[in-house]
């Protein structure tokens, strides 16, 4: 063990915060020039465990994983180090407690944690584990990380009541085994899935049982899988055996059981992904009237359990938090109301959402209950509902979705309907494949075509409308570019007013927008320039799509209040060159390697309407028809400063853009 002022590479140890059986972890600082000073965690495996080969690969690993990763709710890795043969990571210092620390002072108190708190804590952990599982690798394909290891000790609160996954220790990913392999059970006893005890293969599901088993402990103040021998808990989690939950005194509101239960599924198959527990968790707060932030009581229990001291001006607030309308006057201020009082007597002065929820058959024929009306409007607009499909509003008669008058605009507009209406007469159909998007576009724009563009890969659907050759309006049924998503991931609105704002959409038709606007959040002007970048952003992923099929019908409006995208289409279209993957530019270029490029008859615009780089300039300049793309690009190299997949960039656009041929 080493002591205080001790060193590991530029840090100085401060004290010891903890040990395990293979490593510790101690809190310690780096001193820089002029006053700096950054306080970090350290990790180190122990010197009894140096020479086990097995625990300083997967430390290794640890690190290569855990650089990767970048999210709000994630322990951040700074740094990773060897000083006299010591391995170490240098990590974000958590200053607060654990999940799991909490809970035994709760036990010894004789207290639980409120439900508001409850779902707040697993609802953090499961946007960070949505982000875990959907990481993907330098070649764009998904690392298949799944955590292995959530249990309370790895769900950290900061002082300021935020919620931090830590400890990818035993993570693992598509670039190793995802099985826990013969006689290698990982994982905190009492916190596996039935997968993981049974050595099979691991999905992001498995994560999500775990997570579901920490979401029972908090709401019945025991252990789910009971105490006793290792063998009987291990048979207990494989067999799925929660008669501790059948018998507890606790009262579980019933839409929390019937979402636990879900989660605890035996099949992985059956159970949410943990994006989808999150939204589920947020529904039923919505409906409960739960703010969305509520770190401020997860504040207070720490300071009442004595845990952590409670910093009234450090109570959790959003890094990018700025007055609006909704929190003007007094709130929070001279009359020293909490966010919570201040919110509760804001959310009076509307009339809000009904307090009923809808039923909707999906069309992939599941039946889904318990919906809240933005829940609602989201499977409408992503053709999970249509307009024949049939709603139930409460304790009404079912009727077809598009007799709802609050999903009217809905499904009134040509461009939120994902009926096959629109194409049945394209002009246009073909194949998508790497890259392959680019040149088609740049077709349409050049002919000044007016119509849509119709995307489709087999779980996603995109609608591109375009007026003269400029995309005006793109439609996605892609959840994570829903324009809430995109206003919270952007900061154009704090969680807790986007809130707001779905709760009263129904008195707006439906549009998030207007709702945003009536009550203050945003001005016109703001929204604008947020629907405008959204749409661009649906715009540009779409030529990241690898496989699929298109279609394009001509004439076709989308009936949409539109916000053009402010950058030229052909601008645009180098965007879109610049944001393809490597692999994807080397897949596209493959065919073309040893053919001769030389400037195209006819340009469909000029190089300077792209507004490239000086270095692409160039470098298209000398395609004078003596030269193959291979040695172009190897030229380019040794010539212009260039590197090999800039000068594929650019030789990329000049094809698909028809500036170069190659014969």
Not at 11 to 16: A, D, K
Not at 451 to 461: C, I, S
Not at 557 to 567: K, N, R, V
């Amino acid at each position: 063990m080493i002591g205080p002022h001790s060193r590991l590479g530029d840090y100085e140890i401060e004290e010891r915060l903890g040990a395990g059986g293979m490593a510790e972890v101690y809190a310690a600082k780096r001193v820089g020039p002029h006053g700096f000073c950054k306080r970090v965690a350290v990790k180190r495996i122990l010197p009894s465990a140096a020479e086990d080969a097995a625990f300083v690969r997967m430390f290794i690993d640890e690190a290569s994983l855990a650089a990767r990763l970048s999210h709000p709710n994630i322990v951040q890795v700074f740094d990773f180090g060897e000083d006299v043969g010591e391995l170490f990571l240098a990590m974000e210092l958590v200053e607060g407690t654990s999940l799991s620390r909490l809970l035994r002072a709760l036990v010894n108190r004789s207290e639980s944690m409120s439900l508001q708190a409850t779902l707040y804590v697993i609802a953090q952990a499961a946007r960070a584990l949505d982000y875990v599982h959907r990481v993907r690798g330098d070649d764009g394909e998904l690392l298949g990380l799944v955590h292995r290891d959530v249990s309370p000790g790895n769900i950290l609160l900061t002082r300021t009541g935020h919620v931090k996954l830590a400890d990818f220790g035993i993570a693992c990913s598509r670039m190793a085994e995802r099985h826990t392999g013969k006689n290698d059970l990982r994982g905190k006893l009492g916190y596996m899935s039935p997968e993981q005890v049974q050595s099979k293969l691991l999905d992001g599901k498995s994560d999500v049982f775990t997570l579901g088993v920490v979401l029972a402990e908090l709401l019945i103040g025991e252990p789910l899988f009971g105490a006793g021998a290792q063998l009987e808990i291990l048979l207990r989690i494989r067999d799925v055996d929660l008669r501790v939950l059948d018998s507890t005194k606790v009262r579980i509101p019933s839409d929390v059981r019937r979402l636990l239960r879900q989660c605890l599924r035996a099949r992985p198959i059956e159970r949410p992904d943990a994006r989808e527990l999150a939204q589920k968790i947020e529904a039923i707060c919505a409906r409960r009237g739960f703010v969305a932030d509520a770190s401020s009581a997860i504040c207070q229990l720490m300071a009442r359990t004595e845990l952590c001291p409670l910093m009234p001006d450090e109570l959790a607030s959003e890094g990018f938090a700025r007055p609006t309308s909704l929190f003007g006057g007094d709130a929070g201020g001279a009359t020293g109301k909490t966010l919570e009082t201040s919110t509760a007597a804001i959310v009076s002065i509307f009339e809000m959402a009904p307090k009923h929820s809808y039923a909707a058959d999906l069309q992939s024929g599941q039946r889904v209950r318990d919906v809240t009306f933005p829940e609602l409007v989201r499977l409408a607009t992503t053709g999970e509902i249509e307009a024949r499909s049939i709603v139930q509003r409460g304790s009404e008669a079912p009727t077809p979705a598009q007799e709802l008058p609050e999903l009217s605009r809905v499904f009134s507009t040509p461009a939120l309907q994902w009926s096959q209406d629109e194409i049945r007469r394209p002009r246009l159909r073909g194949d998508l494949s790497a890259a392959s998007l680019l040149p088609i576009v740049n077709s349409l724009a050049h002919k000044r075509e007016t119509g849509m563009l119709y995307l489709e890969d087999g779980k996603r659907r995109k609608k591109i409308y375009f007026i003269d050759g400029r995309p005006d309006f793109v439609a996605s049924t892609q959840r994570d570019e829903m324009l809430g998503q995109h206003l919270v991931d952007n900061r154009v609105c704090l969680p807790l007013e986007l809130d707001m704002a779905l709760a009263v959409m129904p008195q707006h038709r439906g549009r998030l927008g207007d709702a945003l606007v009536n009550l203050g959040v945003l001005r016109p002007v703001q929204l604008y320039r947020a629907v405008a970048a959204q749409v661009r952003a649906r715009y540009l992923d779409a030529f990241r799509w690898r496989r699929g099929h298109f279609l394009y019908v001509r004439d076709c409006c989308s009936g949409e209040e539109t916000y053009p995208i402010e950058q030229d289409a052909h601008v645009l279209m180098r965007d879109a060159c610049l944001s393809l993957h490597p692999s994807e530019l080397e897949a596209a270029l493959a065919p073309l390697w040893e053919k001769v490029l030389r400037s195209a008859h006819g340009l469909a615009a000029s190089l300077a309407a792209y507004q490239v780089p000086d270095g692409w300039i160039w470098l298209l300049a000398q395609a004078r028809g003596d030269q193959t793309v291979g040695s172009l690009c190897a030229r380019a190299a040794l010539q212009s400063g260039l590197d090999t997949e800039d000068a594929m960039r650019a030789i990329f656009l000049g094809i698909s853009c028809r500036l170069l041929e190659a014969v």
